[in-house]
């Protein structure tokens, strides 16, 4: 099995700054492409932004120039720094090693108008 415990969320200001962490432990042979999702109430999951073991990062569009995604290939650890939050950026968010189908608990981010 695999672990992953994220963590960093919060009530925040639009226009304010949170960052998430995510570390993944238990069964891993391989990391590989590691990513954030976030779920809106209603809505369904949508993908935030993928990495690579080298560091190649892919974001929507949505978040493009406002949040970083990093990681610690060490630690098996994943990061999303996330600035110039919007309220539509309020919702669930997970993390994922890309090659398994394991999810999180999630980490609640609120963004507040």
């Known amino acids: 099995q695999v672990q992953l415990v994220e963590s960093g969320g919060g009530l925040v200001q639009a226009g304010g700054s949170l960052r998430l962490s995510c570390a993944a432990s238990g069964s891993i042979s391989t990391v590989g492409i590691m990513g954030w999702f976030r779920q809106a109430p209603g809505k369904q999951r949508e993908m935030v932004a993928t990495?690579?073991?080298?560091?190649?990062?892919n974001y929507a569009d949505s978040v493009k120039g406002r949040f970083t995604i990093s990681r610690d290939n060490a630690k098996n650890t994943v990061y999303l720094q996330m600035n110039s939050l919007k309220p539509e950026d309020t919702g669930v968010y997970f993390c994922k090693i890309m090659i398994y189908s394991y999810w999180g608990q999630g980490t609640q981010v609120t963004v507040s108008s």
């Open positions: 990495i690579t073991t080298g560091g190649a990062a």
